[in-house]
């Protein structure tokens, strides 16, 4: 079985991008036919943007993001090697 590639950042803002139109049209479809009030189509438009806008936050930040992470395991780990005694202090 072939595993499958995870989707970049870059591919997950492209296909969030496509949801949201398409979800634009589908949503004022069901308004105009009266299935769905323009409150809640617009709650849900502005959810949807909201995860785009997420995604494109952590594509700008993605390498200090990465940055961060790798830090704070490396403190982690010399705090744990310190607790156990093995800091050499």
Known sequence: M?????P?????IAEMTQLIERQTN???????RGQLRQETADWRQDCYEAGLSSLR??????DDFR???ERKQAFERERA????GEGGA
């Open 67 to 69: 940055d961060f992470i």
């Open 2 to 6: 072939k595993s499958r590639q995870k």
């Open 8 to 12: 970049t950042i870059d591919d997950q």
């Open 26 to 32: 589908f949503l004022a479809a069901q308004v105009a």
């Open 57 to 62: 936050f952590v594509r700008r930040y993605a």
């Open 81 to 84: 090697a310190e607790l156990r």
